[in-house]
């Protein structure tokens, strides 16, 4: 057994939600070539460009349609996949954020943030994860943000979100890192995906951001599955309630 096999994913099923394009689509394939199989979890009918990359690399992917703000439904759901699959990996990474001024932020996009951000990943890795326990084995790997950390401006749904996916990736960590399960974090910078298309667009913000980013670019997807691999892999076996953060070197200005 070569060194690097403690990255092989290779007979274990990875579920990763929003893998429709992005950063989880990115993760889901990456996870594909490092041996997983793939559950891709989307709302909309729009996984096939996923799992047509993941066949192309002589892997393989079973979609599921779930809308993740419909909260109610999810415990339901869980079981469904649970009767089906054994899950060993599961990467919270879908998303969504909603801009507006703090003064005018609509109790609408407030709940729609929060559900999607927050109270669906909840559900999702306390169903999820129940059957990990029994195995004493898994990994969780949420997807957090620079705004697990900052305040950012005309976002405070998608900012008190993303500081609550970092403190529920340390709640669960404690509880459950003596029981074999691995619950860790990763934030991303500023990655080139839908999320970003509308601070890209605005040429001051663009600039504004890449003067700070000290690799001085915006980040790729693709830039991501390095860490999330070894995430997801027997090399971090011993890294519990941590988020790594993955940003040019942003959060070290
Ligand atoms: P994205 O392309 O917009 O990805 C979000 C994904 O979540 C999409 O696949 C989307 O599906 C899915 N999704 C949205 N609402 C959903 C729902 N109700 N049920 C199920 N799936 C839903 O943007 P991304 O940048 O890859 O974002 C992925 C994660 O990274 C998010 O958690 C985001 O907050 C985080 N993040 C991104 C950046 C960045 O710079 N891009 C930085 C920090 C953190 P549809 O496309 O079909 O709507």
């Known amino acids: 057994m070569g060194y690097l096999d403690r990255f092989s994913l290779e007979g274990k099923t990875a579920l990763v939600t929003g893998a429709a394009g992005g950063i989880g689509q990115a993760i889901a394939v990456a996870y594909s070539k490092a041996g997983a199989k793939l559950i891709l979890l989307g709302h909309r009918n729009n996984l096939d460009e996923t799992t047509q990359l993941i066949e192309e690399g002589g892997?393989?992917?079973?979609?599921?349609?779930?809308?993740?703000?419909?909260?109610?439904?999810?415990?339901?759901?869980?079981?469904?996949?649970?009767?089906?699959?054994?899950?060993d990996i599961l990467v919270n990474n879908a998303g969504i954020i909603r801009r507006d001024e703090a003064s005018d932020y609509s109790i609408d996009n407030?709940?729609?943030?929060?559900n999607t951000n927050v109270n669906a990943?909840?559900?999702?890795?306390?169903?999820?994860?129940?059957?990990?326990?029994?195995?004493?084995?898994?990994?969780?790997?949420?997807?957090?943000?620079?705004?697990?950390?900052?305040?950012?401006?005309?976002?405070?749904?998608?900012?008190?979100?993303?500081?609550?996916?970092?403190?529920?990736?340390?709640?669960?960590?404690?509880?459950?890192?003596?029981?074999?399960?691995?619950?860790?974090?990763?934030?991303?910078g500023y990655i080139a995906t839908n999320n970003t298309k509308a601070i890209r667009e605005d040429e001051k913000r663009n600039q504004s951001i890449l003067e700070r980013i000290p690799a001085g670019r915006w980040g790729e997807a693709e830039d991501l599955t390095g860490a999330a691999?070894?995430?997801?892999?027997?090399?971090?076996?011993?890294?519990?309630?941590?988020?790594l953060i993955v940003d040019g070197g942003w959060m070290a200005r």
């Not at 892997?59 to 054994?86: K, M, T, W």
């Not at 691999?229 to 988020?243: K, Q």
């Open 229 to 243: 691999i070894f995430l997801a892999s027997e090399a971090s076996n011993y890294m519990n309630g941590h988020t």
């Open 59 to 87: 892997g393989s992917a079973h979609q599921v349609i779930i809308d993740l703000e419909d909260v109610e439904s999810l415990p339901a759901y869980c079981e469904d996949l649970l009767s089906q699959f054994q899950i």
């Open 110 to 114: 407030w709940n729609a943030v929060m």
């Open 121 to 188: 990943l909840f559900l999702l890795t306390q169903h999820l994860a129940r059957p990990m326990l029994e195995r004493k084995e898994g990994k969780i790997i949420n997807i957090a943000s620079l705004l697990s950390y900052q305040g950012g401006v005309y976002v405070p749904a998608y900012t008190a979100s993303k500081h609550a996916v970092n403190g529920l990736v340390k709640a669960f960590s404690n509880e459950w890192a003596k029981d074999g399960i691995q619950v860790n974090g990763l934030a991303p």
